[in-house]
């Protein structure tokens, strides 16, 4: 069985009771044809069913590509950069630019307290007496609030907390 669908979103009815005397040339209505020749088909398309097939080779290959560069970046940031970044660090804050810069920090008192805050760990004299940044974990080197990967995390928290609590009321 078949059957003809209408193309016009309006209706024949419609159609004719548009007076176009009263409408512009410039916004003239078309002639429309009330039905169109498009034939539909009664019968049910075929059942089609999900057959997973293998990626493409060139997919895989760049994954790997990007999983070895990942792997190649992270090596040379823990063995290369970090460790050679703190030594002159260290060097620089026992007798350096830094420690010159944390001493004038020191005798300008309460002038900057922005900067005074952000180095309140190098400024204290008590170095053992820092507080962990995540108090419910164990006291450990990472467990600093300098540490990037621990205020990224609780970013990414706060982030989650803040879309959760927004979706609940909104």
């Known amino acids: 069985m078949t059957a003809f669908i209408p193309t016009s979103p309006i209706s024949s ?34 059942i089609q069913t999900f057959d997973p097939i293998m990626p493409d080779t060139t997919t895989l290959i760049g994954f790997g590509i990007l999983t070895i560069l990942c792997g190649v970046s992270w090596f040379v940031w823990s063995e290369q950069v970090v460790p050679v970044s703190r030594t002159k660090l260290a060097i620089s804050k026992s007798r350096g630019d830094v420690k010159e810069y944390l001493e004038d920090l020191k005798q300008e008192g309460d002038e900057r307290p922005v900067e ?29 609030g300098d540490n990037p990967v621990v205020v990224t995390a609780a970013i990414m928290m706060l982030g989650i907390v803040v879309a959760s609590v927004s979706e609940r009321v909104i």
């Open 13 to 46: 009815s419609a159609a004719l009771a548009i007076n176009t005397a009263q409408i512009p040339t410039l916004f003239a209505v078309p002639q429309m044809q009330p039905f169109s020749s498009l034939l539909v088909a009664d019968e049910s398309p075929a």
């Open 116 to 144: 005074q805050w952000l180095f309140a760990d190098w400024l204290r004299e008590n170095k053992s007496a820092k507080l962990p940044a995540i108090p419910f974990l164990k006291k450990a080197k990472w467990n600093s």
